[in-house]
């Protein structure tokens, strides 16, 4: 199995920082990829940002040029750093990992970190 622990969010106003950590864990685990999702309140969970292997990235349109994906070489750490943050940013944000587990690979959710941007 794959774990997941989040860590790094909070309660910023408009215009401040905020930097998400996540880190994996597991026995025989080989990571594909990661990246964040966020679900606000009535809201259907969505993309925040991701990152493979090749360092590769891929953003959603309402982070460009905000929000920054970064991982460690060794692919068992992700993180986000929000900058600019708008309270429309205001969502529990869940780590996520695409991983391989022997032969059979999986996507894995963390149990997500709350962000809160006040106007």
């Known amino acids: 199995q794959v774990q997941l622990v989040e860590s790094g969010g909070g309660l910023v106003q408009a215009g401040g920082s905020l930097r998400l950590s996540c880190a994996a864990s597991?026995?025989?685990?080989?990571?594909?990829?990661m990246g964040w999702y966020r679900q606000a309140p009535t809201k259907q969970r969505e993309l925040v940002a991701t990152?493979?292997?090749?360092?590769?990235?891929n953003y959603a349109d309402s982070v460009k040029g905000r929000f920054t994906i970064s991982r460690d070489n060794a692919m068992k750490s992700v993180y986000l750093q929000m900058n600019s943050l708008k309270p429309e940013d205001t969502a529990v944000y869940y780590c996520?990992?695409?991983?391989?587990?022997?032969?059979?690979?999986?996507?894995?959710w963390g149990q997500g970190t709350q962000v809160t941007v006040s106007s």
């Open positions: 597991g026995t025989g685990i080989r990571v594909i990829s």
């Open positions: 996520t990992t695409r991983a391989y587990v022997g032969t059979a690979w999986d996507d894995y």
């Open positions: 990152i493979n292997g090749g360092w590769g990235t």
